[in-house]
């Protein structure tokens, strides 16, 4: 779940940029209040920060741009690696199956994030000042409890679920849609979809939770007021409540967005892919052609792609988040 | 203004129906894992009687015990490191001033939304090189790596709303700064430290896809991959994976129970807060 | 004020920078296949290598060659107590994937199965992985023992590229022979023979489907049962030459007219009903079971099912491989994964004496006892008539001395086995015709070619 590491970063940045203006101003004061005391600051300060940032360095930070340059060149694995220019980003482009699995991601991002979000802001709307209720941190506990089962057995769960005589083919035969029923996971069809839907599984919670949260922080008086103008609940939300929440919305899409685009775990162990190539996700493709089939090239070029676009998504949505923060 | 019943009773409605929802999958694991074998069907059924003894097999026949210490062990040593080491390079961020630190700090930012993938498969190629590959230190410093983003970041922010007035009076009367960080900051900060500790016990005890590429050694597997093996040969015998699966995730969901509030204003983050 | 959009930009321009910085690097990886480093002498002396922890790594993990490994490791360390075995099985799936990243690592198994063929060992032997068994083989005779067909399955040259080269770099344990396995119940039930021609099968399962009964159990979730449905198939309409020279680069296309042909046949029952509905969602277990409870008429299966079917079916059960179109039987078969000495092993000694411990006759008797394959039958094996075991050997013997054994179809390129498994799913499920399936294949095929 390291999807959830964005979280409080995303909001974080914005109380950031809050403080860095006191920062400023704190620094400024301190500097002309001891002078040679700040150099001397300043100096232990790379002392604390090094130990850091030399692990983050050596495990994450320089593997990062390898990985960029492992995308320039055709490797096995195992042998001597050749040049291979832009050969590689091309082949993401044209290969069937590669393009393919960027298209399956898309629509994971409707399950993962789309759904879960939409359904969060309704469920939001038709629930009224959840805080007050006391009975609301043991929904909170429950709704939450997804996101804390590793995804392993996460995946474990709904293959069983997913299975012919699983609890989703149990209930269909129970009302007499017997024969809608089939092993969902095996099935061109529906294999994909049955992924995405544990996705929403995962994230219906996580969103109901951040908008009932964020819902609690309105004045009650704005609702008063919207209410004293004959405004309906619908307008109530509009105006209210759906603006009050775009910082949520930020977060929460960027989570669930991040993870959808991220979802190896659960392709790995429900489906490898399959059946044929209709769930395979680039997470996936860079892992198996990184260290199965030996195309540690190609694999790099994907991940740098898969990376590109999570970042350009990232961005894309902080547009949503409200640039003044109260 | 109290809550009228008609209100009460939807939103009642409403967050059991979505409780149920998230509840029924986790329900029906519990339940699976204690239906004897040869009932199980893969189906959501009351078992005819409370076979404990999967648990036992799961846990001899998928060797779970060596697992679970693996895991254990680096979960606690990714905890221990992280903490440490954010907590310095926090504080720097937050109370010191030094060229350059704007720099590092948006270099730190960036580890935050990538995927593993992106970094995985050189680092993989890296350790091999140093024959680092195969042992619990190709597990624990590629996680608190990971961590380090989340966790500088958090402890930046929480260091920077400690109240400037005493870390001033402490610097005044003397005291070295890393006297003022650890007896004077730290300590008023702890549950915000735990509340991110309990955050990376819950990342680092869920990660598949790292041991998945560094461990090659049955006996360095984490209970995640322990698990994926254990499912690769047991297709089909729903009992056996579900009293598994219920091995590998008790940990966390106890820890989670225990500490619900922790965990649920950390990944929600300060937004409440504000 | 800082957005996170500078923030982003920001990081972004010092990670370019530094993947700049990195581009002007040296190139990844080594600079080619390890030099073997001479290799010493050889003995047979196991007790003077002092206190040994073998490290073995093998998917024997199916009924009975589960139960005759634990046997044959039991006797090993009883007459060799200073050897303590450290034993890691895994199903075939798993192995496949883990063991490339286990050889490369830097403590390797001493003893491993390698899959033939070019994805698993040819790969392993161009990396310098494995260790030649040329002075073993010598030492413990197996160039008399294993037929030299076998043999050549195991070797490959020692650049790795051409497989069947000159150099041996393992023997396997178990012969293996992918046929057809029929109910003698439900086939008396119906009033057929058994069928003795693809053309057979054909009109068996015609008549099975007529009468309610599920003609072949097909279960292709973990996709490696679709390599044998359709090698079966191939082998029967192409015959054993062709595909041989196919498999080994040799000569053909995969898109000549037996291939399609075998393809349209395999489409054609998917499409008739005449497999298990769903079949990319059933695990190869569960229709084995529905076929052994008496569900279906047939199971396109290899032998390492011998134990599970006939403990499960008894006598009811029976194996055949089919004729081809040259009038003898062609099957896809040969022997189980290669038991190989990696070449960072510091006892390769040990690890040989093991390897041959673990395939030679002794052993081989060891194997039949616990319902298994051994791949080299005793000349004097004749087990009761009208067995599982009975069909079995009798088959096996005619494959070899017909030799009909076809290689399995993903030894063909490196990445074979994820195009064929994918394209079969895709077959059975009627995503792909017949002609867009052998495309596929020879697509990744003539890439292979071209580049070797």
Avoid at chain 1, 143 to 165: E, H, M, R
Avoid at chain 3, 269 to 278: D, E
Wanted: aromatic fraction near 10%; glycine fraction near 8%.
């Amino acid at each position: 779940m390291t999807t959830l590491l964005s979280v409080a970063p995303r909001e974080e940045t914005a109380t950031a940029t809050l403080t860095r203006g006191d920062d400023h101003a704190q620094t400024a004061r301190a500097r002309r209040a001891s002078g040679h005391r700040r150099a001397r600051r300043s100096r232990v300060a790379y002392l604390y920060v090094a130990p850091a940032f030399l692990v983050f360095a050596i495990f994450l930070g320089v593997p990062i741009a390898q990985t960029v340059q492992y995308s320039f060149y055709d490797w096995n694995g195992l042998g001597a690696a050749t040049w291979a220019g832009i050969d590689n980003y091309l082949r993401v482009f044209q290969d069937p199956q590669l393009r393919d699995s960027f298209g399956h991601a898309v629509v994971l991002m409707f399950f993962y994030a789309a759904l879960p979000v939409a359904i969060g802001l309704f469920l939001t709307a038709l629930i009224s000042r959840s805080h007050q209720m006391r009975s609301m941190s043991f929904y909170r506990t429950v709704l939450f409890l997804p996101q804390v089962i590793a995804s392993v057995v996460v995946a474990t769960i709904w293959v069983a679920i997913y299975s012919q005589n699983g609890l989703v083919n149990e209930v269909l035969r129970a009302v007499g849609l017997a024969d809608l029923a089939r092993v969902w996971l095996g099935d061109y069809d529906t294999a994909l979809f049955a992924i995405g839907l544990v996705g929403t599984w995962l994230n219906i919670g996580l969103c109901l939770v951040l908008f009932l949260s964020g819902v609690g922080n309105i004045p009650p008086e704005l609702f008063e007021a919207v209410r004293l103008d004959g405004a309906g609940r619908v307008r109530e939300f509009t105006a209210i409540t759906l603006p009050a929440l775009r910082g949520q919305i930020a977060v929460a899409l960027t989570l669930t967005v991040v993870s959808a685009l991220k979802t190896f775990d659960l392709v790995y162990i429900t489906t490898r892919g399959g059946p044929g190539n209709s769930t395979t996700v680039p997470a996936f493709e860079a892992y198996n052609r990184a260290f199965n089939t030996g195309q540690v090239g190609l694999a790099s070029a994907v991940a740098v792609v898969l990376t590109i676009v999570i970042v350009l998504l990232t961005i894309a949505i902080s547009r949503i988040e409200p640039k003044d923060v109260e | 203004m109290k809550l009228s019943l008609r209100e009460k009773i939807v939103n009642q409605v409403i967050l059991a129906m979505f409780a149920v929802f998230a509840i029924v999958p986790l329900l029906g694991v519990l339940l699976s894992s204690v239906t004897p074998s040869d009932e199980n069907t893969g189906g959501f059924a009351i078992p005819s009687r409370i076979a404990l003894e999967n648990y036992g097999e799961a846990w001899t026949r998928g060797n779970f015990g060596v697992y679970v210490v693996s895991s254990l062990i680096v979960t606690v040593s990714v905890v221990i490191l992280t903490v440490v080491l954010s907590v310095f390079a926090g504080f720097a961020f937050a109370r010191m001033n030094f060229i350059g630190s704007s720099v590092l700090f948006y270099v730190l930012l960036l580890g935050l939304t990538l995927p593993a993938e992106a970094f995985i498969i050189p680092l993989y190629f890296n350790m091999r090189s140093t024959g680092l590959t195969d042992s619990y230190w190709a597990l624990i410093l590629p996680q608190t790596a990971q961590s380090l983003a989340f966790a500088t970041f958090w402890m930046r922010n929480q260091f920077r709303s400690f109240p400037g007035d005493i870390l001033e009076a402490a610097r005044l009367d003397g005291a070295r700064d890393i006297r003022v960080l650890w007896q004077i900051v730290v300590p008023p900060t702890i549950a915000p430290i735990m509340t991110m500790a309990v955050l990376i016990t819950m990342w680092t005890w869920n990660e598949f896809l790292i041991p998945l590429v560094m461990i090659v050694s049955n006996n360095l597997r984490t209970a995640p991959l322990g698990l994926a093996f254990f499912q690769g040969q047991h297709v089909t015998d729903y009992s056996l994976l579900a009293a598994a699966g219920v091995m590998v995730a008790l940990p966390i969901a106890v820890l989670y129970f225990a500490l619900q509030k922790r965990f649920i204003s950390g990944m929600v983050g300060g937004i409440s807060q504000r | 004020m800082t957005s996170t959009r500078t923030v982003f930009v920001r990081g972004a321009a010092v990670a370019a920078l530094g993947a700049v910085f990195a581009l002007t690097a040296c190139a990844p990886g080594g600079s080619g296949p390890a030099t073997s480093a001479s290799l010493g002498p050889v003995s047979k002396d196991v007790a003077a290598a002092g206190d040994v922890t073998l490290t073995v790594w093998d998917q024997n993990t199916d009924g009975g060659i589960a139960d005759a490994q634990t046997q044959l490791n039991e006797a090993f360390m009883k007459q060799y107590p200073n050897v303590k075995i450290e034993r890691t099985a895994q199903s075939f799936a798993d192995l496949k994937t883990t063991l490339k990243l286990a050889l490369s690592s830097n403590t390797p198994p001493d003893v491993v199965q390698a899959n033939q063929g070019y994805p698993d060992m040819g790969a392993f032997v161009e990396a310098g992985m494995l260790r030649p068994m040329g002075d073993y083989a010598d030492l413990y005779d197996w160039n008399s023992y294993y037929p030299e067909g076998l043999l050549k399955q195991n070797s490959f040259s020692s650049d790795g590229k051409q497989w069947q080269g000159d150099t041996l770099y393992g023997v396997s344990q178990t012969g293996e022979l992918v046929g057809v396995y029929y109910s003698k119940k439900l086939l008396a039930q119906l009033g057929l023979a058994v069928p003795a021609t693809l053309a057979d099968l054909e009109s068996d399962m015609e008549k099975a489907k007529a009468a309610g009964i599920l003609p072949l159990a097909f279960g292709n979730l973990e996709k490696s049962p679709g390599i044998h449905l359709f090698g079966v198939t191939q082998a029967a309409a192409a015959g054993s030459t062709a595909v041989n020279d196919l498999v080994a680069g040799t000569s053909g296309a995969w898109t000549d007219a037996p291939t399609v042909e075998a393809a349209q046949d395999v489409a054609d029952w998917a499409s008739k009903g005449y497999l298990t509905a769903g079949a990319n969602g059933i695990s190869r277990d569960d229709a084995l079971t529905s076929f052994s409870s008496g569900g279906a008429l047939f199971d396109i299966n290899g032998t390492w099912q011998q134990q599970t079917l006939a403990t499960a079916m008894g006598d009811d059960v029976g194996f055949v491989a089919l004729d081809s179109t040259e009038g003898t039987p062609a099957t896809t078969g040969g022997q189980g994964l290669a038991w190989a000495i990696t070449s960072k092993s510091a006892h390769p000694d040990v690890a040989a004496a093991y390897i041959d411990f673990i395939t030679n006759a002794k052993a081989a008797q060891v194997l039949l006892d616990t319902g298994n394959l051994p791949t080299v039958l005793p000349a004097d094996y004749a087990p009761k008539d009208g067995t599982l075991a009975a069909d079995i050997a009798t088959q096996y013997r005619a494959v070899q001395g017909a030799n009909g054994l076809v290689p399995y179809l993903d030894y063909s390129t490196p990445t074979f086995y994820d195009t064929l498994t994918a394209a079969v799913q895709d077959l059975v499920a009627g995503k792909a015709t017949p002609e867009q399936f052998t495309e596929t294949l020879q697509a990744d095929y003539s890439t292979f070619q071209s580049s070797k």
